[in-house]
């Protein structure tokens, strides 16, 4: 059972970076592709960006964040990490990381990924 556990959210103003982390004890981590999603209260859970399993150049992300963000994972250390620049109030939100369960073409979907973490709180001022 892969348990993930994010960390690195934080108070930041607009136009600042962020990375938040994704770090499992799960060894074979790198078999999974990982995703990143956001929520605010009141809405859907929201695709923000993902890595192919087995890889460190397959990577996806939602047009609000493409350019800005960055997804990358590092094996060793059984850690996918977001590197968040250019912070916009809008980026605000609990930030979440999961494994997906489906087919690669399921990456956007919440409903097919599985052992979501916590969570870690990311508040960009204006």
């Known amino acids: 059972q892969v348990q993930l556990v994010e960390s690195g959210g934080g108070l930041v103003q607009a136009g600042d970076s962020l990375r938040l982390s994704c770090a499992t004890s799960?060894?074979?981590?790198?078999?999974?592709?990982v995703g990143w999603f956001r929520q605010v209260p009141g809405k859907e859970r929201e695709f923000v960006a993902a890595v192919k399993r087995d890889s460190n150049s397959i990577t996806y992300y939602a047009d609000s964040v493409k350019g800005r963000f960055t997804i990358s994972r590092n094996n060793a250390a059984s850690t996918v990490y977001l590197q968040m620049n250019s912070l916009k109030p809008e980026d605000a939100a609990v930030y979440y990381c999961?494994?997906?369960?489906?087919?690669?073409?399921?990456?956007?979907?919440?409903?097919?990924?599985?052992?979501w973490g916590p969570g870690t709180q990311v508040t960009v001022s204006s």
């Open positions: 999961a494994v997906n369960s489906g087919p690669l073409s399921t990456y956007r979907d919440p409903v097919h990924y599985r052992n």
């Open positions: 799960e060894r074979t981590y790198n078999r999974y592709t």
